[in-house]
């Protein structure tokens, strides 16, 4: 405030140094701003977890796969992969992937948006019956696994193909064209992902104002003319993002090129086989970025040119509901012909794959057998479960990061704002392998450099907590950071202690001994239930209680990781022990699953300590905070940088967070969408009656986005189990998916078997939408409809 | 005072090239306790901003605000102990009526009966009995408003803040609602803070009215001195019709203004600012203009009327006066026509001036 009171005198005394005064304006103006945030925990706290989720997940992964292209695995920089473009022995290959996968591209998008706008118009114009019916079955694609019409194809159209085969009777040898190849990838794309561009253009026609072209009308215009003049530039922003993000979509789609690409190679699937077949990851990094290159010009093209040249966004007005129909017949009944007849292919398409899951072997014993599903129960129950457990409990991860950072880009402003709201989307916009190929690289080993940052991040906003003078914050936060990397440093092994991050330290910290992970954890309980038992004389008043309770359940957390082992051991023993086919494998998945819950990565629990304790540690007495803050401090570092933090490959954690950032950006969008409509005076209004963020968020802002947020947690659902891309490359053999093992029975043969998986995935996204509806409807009377103007 | 404003400067970042842009610039005033205080100004001139200052849902660039002494840099907005009126009324949607009235009750966790028993005393004084159990979306505009208005005066706030409450309410409303703020402010006293664009409902509401222009204090003043003393053209030409006559002073004697316009010669109102030989406007409401009869010499304008308009109660001239056109608004009486001479006499009692811009 000083700063830029003085400023304004200086400014009016040395006209010349303008550039530096608007930088140093800024700067004061944000440190201001900075401060403000600071002042109110729930939103500091809200941008803090916000960037450090992002940063870990998102960025850091994608910059590793960026600099990786440029380095062999021994660290020694190196053009090669690029080089190949122009090398006499590949040149020719490689150009030739590039050419098909722009190709695809192209021919996807065009055929996409353009079977999408035929039936967005059939839908809002043309009046077509059973108009509900027609968007059940057009979204149906959305929520089968990526690679659902592939397998249709090839059951259909394919070698021995119930079409080819058995109606055309068609005999393939060499030479003859089949349903592999280009032209079957981009058959399968478009109908797996026409839906997107129905969407988008649907919702855009039913916002084109009727009195627009009613207005042309009048004038005397001719309706081809007025469609021409009229609608289609109307809707030229939107085709145009539909067509982008088609390109996008169908350059990072993998499942449909490996099912259906024969001796066709695309990027996506060049990549996949660098990595799972020649296990080059400097390879799949290089061929990456050639893949993130169109990938990332056509998401910003999207994102800052496409959407500023919207027209109808603007206005955003829903119409009175009077849409104008089509009312030439012809038009009308070519468009609803067109329609159906697309329509009943994907019937075909799915029809075919449930009878294909109950065919004993498909086009040479087409006898009813019910055995691929028994099979699938018997050797992929345990994937069937891991998955759905882990794509649930990533539903809720996306979604809670979805509103928090919707709410920030909509509500408050903040310096980086932006940044955040680009990022966010990113992380879902990049193909899915790119992001495989960065989560390897990045948590094969602890991400210090990431630790360290969220670490120093989330740390200030402890010892702010703790005293508001700054000099005193920081010597606390060096105390504390140093007693927390020696406790750390017990944990450490030999090798960790030469090799690891605070290597250097060894001169002054070999004295300390190297401690069991029990013992270790021990320690930490016993620091945390002393710290607990000290709240009780050191915090007063109704605090004592919750401070009480909150520090005794972190230990009890932190301890929980040792105990659960008593009991889910047990378990799994007790499980292999039982009779039948299934039992067994449920009930160690199950187990396994408590174990999952327990244990996080001790880096994370470190993090959500230190959010913890921040809250925490306000309430203790002034001259106590001081040393409760150390010590707690000690303990969150010690957590933060136990063993190797973060270094998360092979674990399950992985997968959740690989989840979560595929169906971040819908969760936000869905967010910012229904946030945008509630006007911010029903939230100021109760903030000024008292109510503190966080009360205001709960009680006033999330029951009006509920409905929105629940059509995002379907989305994500359905998403986490549909996706193959992004998880092929974390997927063990301890947390199978489901996506990545119909893969490999595709590639040994097994099309019933795959047939059959795919309809249970697509049962088990159904049954789970038709649940969370149920839920929702009981819990939240969503549905019932509410105003979101404020009066 | 009760709440001082001390020097309050706001800047927001400007688009583009405009730089920084001041809301609020440099503004200083104190407010009484119990005092209802209205901030009248065109759109953009910093009223809102100041009120959401006031609020703490914006932060000042410089400046500070007191509250009984206290300042109030450092208070979260929902510790200020401030309740708001907004414009959209901002009722909670998915909440009822009783519920959104005992929102700030329940934050403050009062024992149940209590929240009924205070909810049901605000429902009978501001006309809500029985809609307890109604939703927000079945209720007419000015119900709603009348909830926003209860939901606020429930938890009996230090100070109540109203932002242009009544302006998305029809004429009729808008009246009949101006009386009721007033009357339940007055039974309460409540130290109230009004932000409005609308002249008449300032006059009609406030104890003192501060007018904004362009992020700065225009006039303060009781409704009487605003509207009968403007000080300058901004605040005579925003509250109400004037008349500014271009006028050289000649001398200034026991409050009178002598003055020449064109060949006219004529005596106003002085004021402390006033002196002589000063080139001033004279300030005249088109209602106090009169035509005069031929018999009357004194303080005489004399002119063509170029249009009349029948309004009704009263008829509209267009008078021109040398190359000033004036407005005259007389009683019925005997109608005149555009071409006619006619002669106008300026009461100098309710004609003052005011600085030449």
């Known amino acids: 405030m000083h700063a830029a009171h003085t400023h304004h005198f200086m400014s009016a005394s040395l006209p010349i140094s303008t550039s530096a005064r608007a930088t140093s304006a800024s700067l004061a103006r944000r440190m201001r701003e900075f401060r403000l945030i600071a002042r109110d925990p729930v939103l500091l706290v809200g941008v803090l977890v916000a960037s450090a989720f992002i940063l870990t997940f998102i960025v850091w992964p994608l910059w590793r796969v960026i600099v990786q292209g440029f380095f062999t695995p021994a660290g020694e920089f190196s053009l090669q992969y690029f080089a190949r473009y122009f090398e006499p022995s590949y040149a020719r290959a490689y150009w030739d992937i590039l050419g098909w996968t722009l190709e695809m591209g192209i021919l996807t998008a065009l055929g996409s948006t353009a079977l999408g706008f035929l039936f967005a118009y059939t839908v809002v114009r043309c009046d077509i019956p059973f108009k509900g019916l027609v968007h059940a079955l057009t979204l149906l694609p959305t929520i089968s696994p990526p690679f659902a019409i592939a397998l249709a194809a090839i059951l259909l159209f394919g070698r021995s193909g119930f079409v080819t085969r058995d109606l055309l009777g068609m005999r393939f040898g060499p030479g003859i064209n089949d349903i592999y190849g280009l032209d079957g990838i981009i058959f399968c794309q478009i109908i797996t992902y026409f839906a997107i561009t129905y969407l988008i253009l649907r919702g855009l026609l039913e916002r084109i104002d009727p009195s627009m072209e009613e207005a042309a009308l009048s004038l005397g215009a001719s309706k081809w003319h007025i469609f021409r003049t009229v609608t289609l530039p109307l809707m030229t922003p939107g085709i145009a993002a539909a067509f982008l993000l088609m390109f996008v979509e169908s350059l990072a789609d993998l499942g449909n090129p490996i099912l259906i690409g024969g001796n066709i190679t695309v990027l996506s699937t060049q990549i996949w086989i660098a990595v799972n077949g020649e296990h080059d990851l400097q390879k799949g990094a290089a061929l990456s970025l050639v893949l993130l290159i169109p990938t990332l010009t056509v998401f910003v093209l999207q994102r800052y040119w496409v959407s500023r040249r919207s027209y109808i966004a603007v206005t955003g007005k829903p119409t009175s509901g009077a849409a104008t129909f089509v009312k030439e017949p012809f038009v009308r009944w070519t468009f609803i012909t067109l329609t159906t007849l697309t329509l009943l292919l994907i019937i075909a398409l799915y029809a075919t794959i449930f009878i294909g899951s109950i065919t004993k072997l498909w086009g040479i014993n087409n006898s009813l057998d019910l055995s691929h599903y028994e099979a699938v129960f018997k050797r992929g129950l345990e994937a069937i479960l891991d998955t759905t457990f882990l794509a649930a409990l990533a539903t809720p991860l996306a979604g809670i990061a979805g509103v928090v950072i919707a709410f920030l880009v909509v509500r408050k402003t903040f310096s980086g704002k932006e940044a955040v709201d680009f990022m966010s989307n990113l992380g879902g916009a990049v193909p899915g392998t790119i992001l495989g190929i960065g989560y390897i690289l990045a948590f094969i080993r602890a991400p210090m450099f990431v630790v360290a940052i969220v670490y120093v991040a989330l740390a200030y906003f402890f010892v702010s907590a703790v005293t508001p003078k700054t000099n005193l914050r920081w010597l606390i936060f060096g105390i504390g950071s140093l007693i927390g990397i020696a406790l750390a440093w017990l944990s450490y092994d030999e090798k960790l202690r030469t090799t690891g991050a605070f290597n250097s330290l060894s001169g002054g910290l070999t004295w300390l001994p190297t401690l069991e992970p029990t013992q270790w954890l021990y320690l930490g309980v016993g620091i945390l239930l002393t710290l607990a038992l000290a709240s009780l004389v050191f915090v007063e008043g109704k605090a004592k209680q919750r401070v009480f309770l909150l520090l005794v359940f972190m230990a009890l957390y932190l301890l929980s990781r040792e105990l659960v082992l008593w009991v889910t051991e047990p378990i799994a023993v007790w499980g292999r022990k039982q009779g039948g086919d299934y039992l067994p494998a449920v009930i160690t998945t199950i187990a396994s699953w408590i174990a999952l819950v327990f244990q996080p990565p001790l880096a994370i629990l470190g993090f959500t300590y230190l959010v913890l304790g921040g809250f925490i540690v306000g309430m203790w007495r002034a001259r106590a905070r001081l040393g409760a803050g150390v010590i707690l401090l000690a303990v969150c570092c010690a957590l933060t940088f136990y063993g190797e933090p973060l270094a998360l490959v092979g674990s399950a954690y992985i997968v959740l967070a690989a989840y979560a950032v595929r169906s971040l950006p819908a969760t936000v969008r869905a967010s910012v969408a229904s946030l945008q409509q509630i006007d911010p005076a029903i939230e100021e209004a109760s903030t000024s009656l008292g109510g503190d963020a966080q009360h205001t968020f709960r009680r006033v802002t999330l029951p009006l986005i509920l409905p929105a947020f629940i059509a995002g947690l379907i989305f994500s659902f359905a998403r986490h189990m549909t996706s193959l891309s992004a998880i092929i490359f974390l997927t063990t053999p301890k947390w199978p998916i489901l996506t990545a093992l119909i893969l490999s029975e595709v590639e040994q043969g097994g099309l019933s078997l795959a047939a059959a998986y795919s309809i249970v995935l697509i049962v088990i996204v159904l049954a789970a939408i038709g649940l969370l509806y149920l839920w929702a409807g009981r819990a939240f009377r969503v549905g019932s409809e509410i105003t979101m103007g404020g009066g | ?357």
């Open chain 2, 1 to 357: 005072m009760y709440l001082t404003l001390d020097h309050i400067t706001k800047k927001f970042p400007g688009r583009g090239q405009e730089g920084i842009v001041a809301a609020v610039d440099d503004l200083s005033l104190e407010i009484g306790k119990g005092e209802f205080f209205t901030f009248l100004g065109p759109s953009g001139c910093g009223k809102t901003t100041t009120l959401r200052l006031i609020a703490g849902f914006e932060f000042p660039t410089s400046g500070h605000i007191l509250l009984d002494g206290a300042q109030l840099e450092q208070v979260p907005p929902n510790k200020r102990d401030m309740a708001m009126v907004f414009q959209s009324y901002a009722i909670f949607p998915h909440l009822s009526v009783f519920e959104n009235i005992a929102y700030g009750l329940r934050i403050k966790k009062l024992p149940s009966d209590e929240i009924r028993r205070r909810v049901g005393q605000i429902m009978a004084q501001t006309k809500l009995d029985g809609l307890e159990n109604r939703m927000p979306n079945q209720m007419s505009g000015g119900q709603q408003q009348r909830v926003s208005l209860a939901r606020a005066l429930v938890i009996e706030p230090k100070v109540l803040l109203f932002d242009e409450p009544l302006s998305n309410l029809d004429a009729k409303l808008r009246e009949e609602m101006r009386f009721e703020i007033r009357d339940l402010q007055h039974r309460l006293n409540i130290t109230s803070i009004y932000v409005t664009h609308d002249q008449e409902e300032a006059l009609a509401l406030s104890d003192r009215i501060a007018i904004m222009n362009k992020g700065k204090l225009a006039q303060l003043g009781t409704p009487e001195e605003i509207y009968e003393r403007p000080r300058s053209k901004f605040v005579a030409d925003f509250i109400g019709l004037a008349n500014f006559l271009p006028a050289q002073v000649q001398t200034i004697q026991d409050g009178r203004a002598f003055v020449r316009v064109g060949a006219h010669s004529l005596q106003v109102t002085a004021l402390p600012n006033n002196t002589a030989g000063q080139a001033a406007l004279i300030f005249v409401r088109p209602g106090d203009l009169e035509i005069a009869a031929e018999t009357e010499r004194e303080n005489i304008l004399e002119g063509k009327i170029i249009k009349a308009t029948y309004l009704g109660e009263k008829i509209d001239y267009r008078v021109r006066v040398d190359e000033t056109e004036l407005r005259v608004q007389a009683a019925k009486g005997a109608r005149r026509a555009a071409g006619e001479a006619v002669r106008l006499y300026l009461p100098p009692e309710r004609a003052h001036l005011i600085d030449a811009e």
